[in-house]
């Protein structure tokens, strides 16, 4: 059994659902496991309608959620004709369900609203491929994913409960491939055992992918992107990118860690742990090589450039001068835990620790005011975290060149740079 997994850019028009489900029909006489992200922008989109309803605009929400409802049904009726009423009616289910809580006030945090409605978006896109697949004489059926994973209810990065997960796979999804060669799912969400919608934080759609491989010990899994292969960097920010075409595990959860974009950084490790292998490959071009993940050790590999942009850098100093050691770092500690924020960076000297952060302006904000109880904080934000994997000195050179550099913090194999 192989796995699937095509990302919002796959499904972004009529085109693109039509060019995916051409690559599925393709793999005729395999089993294969479909997981789908929301098509194109929509998860951004479906933000927006959270903060509006958050904030208390409800007819702001529900005019914005009236806009992706129709441009869904939209797509929907140029992929679909002999059944097009029941797809439409499957659709027009999930709307209820987002409509319901639209018209409430809220009385619960924002991360809970946030999985409620954004999870939307995968179940729109999967019930849209699953019926154009149907309609194209394939052998497919459709799986709600919140039946099947269950989490805890940490929201917006929820964990897995990985045993009954298992079960569920076992009981439910096993049998699906008896009469089916291809089950359509979604990425990115699962459900706690209240039923609640939950999400495995963002592009968490590979983990998913990668959480049914390893729980039915899948051959491989494909995550099909708007890309040649794995990059040494973005090109469209780097010219210099090249196409690295083998990467073993060990470099690619590295990069994950760092920020890179192509794999979600809780992948890798089910894989690993199962040794199967993961294939990055471009859905515009199937017929080229991508780039194949697995447990072999790289060699002689060039630079690697992850660039994240929108970084907040925050210094906490302690008021009465004491040593920041074993108790204001304990109570930073717990101001992070309990607003749900994660440094991708930090550096302690004897009265302060320095962290970057992603710019959630929601938590910064609130984050800066907790800890401005205990410490003294200063914020700056519009600030990039560079990091080079495998660097060297004309790299660091080119792409530090104009910009102040903030903090460093460098080893033998990776480099990083807190940039204004």
Known sequence: MKVFKFGGASINSVDRFKNTASIIKSYEGDKILIVISAMGKTTNFLEKVVHSFFEGRKEEALSLFEELKNSHLNTLKYLTVVKWQEAENQLKQFFTEIEWLLHDKPVRNFDYYYDQIVCCGELLSSAILSNHLVEEKTNATW???????????????????????????????????????????????????????????????????????????????????????????????????????????????????????????????????????????SFLDPSLKGTIISKETNKNLPPIIVHKANQVLIQFKTKDFSFMEDQPIQDLMNIFNQIKVKPNLTQKTAISFVCCFDDHAEKINLLAQSASELFDVEVEKSLTLLTIRHYNQETINNLIEGKVILLEQKTTQTVQMIMR
């Open 143 to 281: 799986l709600d994913v919140r039946d099947i994973i269950r989490t805890d209810n940490n929201f917006r990065d929820a964990g897995i409960d990985w045993e009954f997960t298992s079960k569920r796979i076992q009981e439910s999804v096993v049998p699906l491939f008896e009469k089916h060669d291809i089950v359509v799912t979604q990425g990115f969400i699962g459900a706690t055992d209240e039923n609640e919608s939950t999400t495995l934080g963002r592009e968490g759609s590979d983990y998913t992918a990668a959480i049914f491989a390893n729980l039915m010990n899948g051959e491989s899994v494909t995550i099909w992107k708007d890309v040649e292969a794995v990059m040494s960097a973005d090109p469209k920010k780097y010219k210099e990118a090249s196409i690295l075409d083998k990467l073993s595990f060990t470099e690619v959860i590295e990069m994950a860690y760092y920020g890179a974009q192509v794999i979600h950084p809780k992948t890798i490790k089910p894989l690993q742990n199962k040794n199967i292998p993961l294939l990055v490959k």
